[in-house]
């Protein structure tokens, strides 16, 4: 089966990790201070902490706004991944699903209409691809979460630079992936409030929350590697991507995939209505398609959210890969001719 997502660990990765190893300090030292640097030069953002998931730095940056006005309400997209939900539950807030549109970002008639009522919002860049309402002007603080679609930009400005907060995931099949990891990217009050609830053993007793977030040095030594392929993975994805337009029937082609401004992602199509059964179809012929969202989230909330429904419904995540044999290639094209007959 070609894998929805395979991220390459080659012999330079080996090595790096190796040699954090090899210096007998594995923990949050020169390796996560090195990564917080890189990324502040790159989204050009006042200071950065690198912690243990995407999830915590979602929990931690809700927790951090929090302590400057009171949180309750935390609007976070329908359509995505359950660890929002999760990560504003854990902060101790109400999720609040906002509905999608047919491109599968946010329907914006419906964000505007629920913003009011806000205190917080997660905007997601999902599946690759760029969420327009992170250049509005919202009447609460904005959480931007660049896990998908780090290394994107919006009218030349890096994707988390919009923010009042941003986070990124290091998760293995982000393109910053890893293993494990995230990062809070703010200012640097912000981030001083984030180190202080990251760090039981230098914790004020006062405080409510303290958890152990930071990120292992062995973590970190893999994501620098990583942001040192990614300009050349994103290059290959999109190759990929041109390679499954030209093997799709121009029905499916792109359907939803806005790739030009986007991290070339994940190539994502809408199938007339049975995802499942057509995932199941794609299986038999080796390829590894996967829903992109396993559930809405409003399934959780019991919000009416028509576009996201219909999307888990109809949309299938195909795989999108840097590389792949030529083997791998004839069996991807025949699969895909089975499956969607032209
Ligand atoms: C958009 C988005 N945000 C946050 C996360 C959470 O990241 P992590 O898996 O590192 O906890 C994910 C994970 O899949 C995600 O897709």
């Given at each position: 089966m070609i894998p929805h997502s395979r991220p390459i660990f080659d012999e330079y990765f080996s090595a790096s990790v190796q040699s954090v190893v090899s210096s007998g300090y594995?923990?949050?030292?020169?390796?996560?201070?090195?990564l917080e640097?890189?990324?502040?030069?790159?989204?050009?953002?006042?200071?950065?902490?690198?912690?243990?998931?995407?999830?915590?730095?979602?929990?931690?940056?809700?927790r951090t706004l929090s302590m400057q006005k009171n949180i309750k309400r935390v609007g976070i997209p329908a359509y995505a991944c359950a660890s929002l939900l999760f990560a504003v539950r854990a902060a101790g807030c109400l999720p609040v699903c906002m509905d999608c549109d047919d491109s599968l970002r946010l329907n914006a008639d419906k964000a505007w209409h629920i913003a009011p009522s806000l205190d917080a919002?997660?905007?997601?860049?999902?599946?690759?691809?760029?969420?327009?309402?992170?250049?509005?002007?919202?009447?609460?603080?904005?959480?931007?979460?660049?896990?998908?679609?780090?290394?994107?930009?919006?009218?030349a400005k890096p994707v988390g630079s919009f923010g009042d907060v941003s986070i990124a995931s290091f998760h293995a099949t982000k393109p910053w992936g890893g293993a494990?990891?995230?990062?809070?990217?703010?200012?640097?009050?912000?981030?001083?409030?984030?180190r202080a609830m990251s760090n039981p053993d230098l914790a004020d007793f006062t405080q409510s929350y303290v958890g152990h977030h930071p990120?292992?040095?062995?973590?970190?030594?893999?994501?620098?590697?990583?942001?040192?392929?990614?300009?050349?993975?994103?290059?290959?994805?999109?190759?990929?991507?041109?390679?499954?337009?030209?093997?799709?029937?121009?029905?499916?082609?792109q359907s939803i995939s806005?790739?030009?401004?986007?991290?070339?992602?994940?190539?994502?199509?809408?199938?007339?209505?049975?995802?499942?059964?057509?995932?199941?179809?794609?299986?038999?012929?080796?390829?590894?398609?996967?829903?992109?969202?396993?559930?809405?989230?409003?399934?959780?909330?019991?919000?009416?959210?028509?576009?996201?429904?219909?999307?888990?419904?109809?949309?299938?995540?195909?795989?999108?890969?840097?590389?792949m044999s030529s083997h791998e290639y004839q069996q991807y094209e025949q699969g895909l001719k089975t499956c969607f007959k032209h």
């Open positions: 594995t923990v949050s030292g020169a390796q996560a201070r090195l640097q890189t990324i502040i030069q790159h989204l050009g953002c006042h200071d950065a902490v690198a912690v243990d998931s995407g999830t915590s730095a979602l929990m931690l940056a809700i919002v997660i905007l997601v860049h999902p599946f690759g691809m760029i969420e327009p309402l992170v250049k509005e002007s919202w009447p609460c603080p904005i959480i931007e979460d660049i896990a998908q679609a780090a290394g994107a930009m919006i009218d494990y990891g995230g990062m809070v990217m703010a200012s640097q009050a912000i981030c001083m409030q984030v990120l292992s040095d062995i973590h970190a030594a893999l994501v620098l590697c990583r942001l040192e392929r990614n300009q050349q993975e994103t290059l290959q994805r999109q190759q990929h991507m041109l390679w499954i337009d030209k093997h799709l029937p121009q029905s499916y082609v806005n790739r030009g401004i986007g991290n070339a992602f994940r190539y994502i199509i809408r199938s007339d209505g049975d995802a499942e059964a057509c995932i199941q179809h794609l299986h038999a012929h080796g390829i590894g398609a996967a829903k992109p969202v396993q559930k809405p989230l409003n399934f959780a909330t019991d919000e009416p959210c028509e576009g996201a429904y219909q999307a888990w419904k109809d949309c299938i995540s195909l795989p999108l890969l840097p590389t």
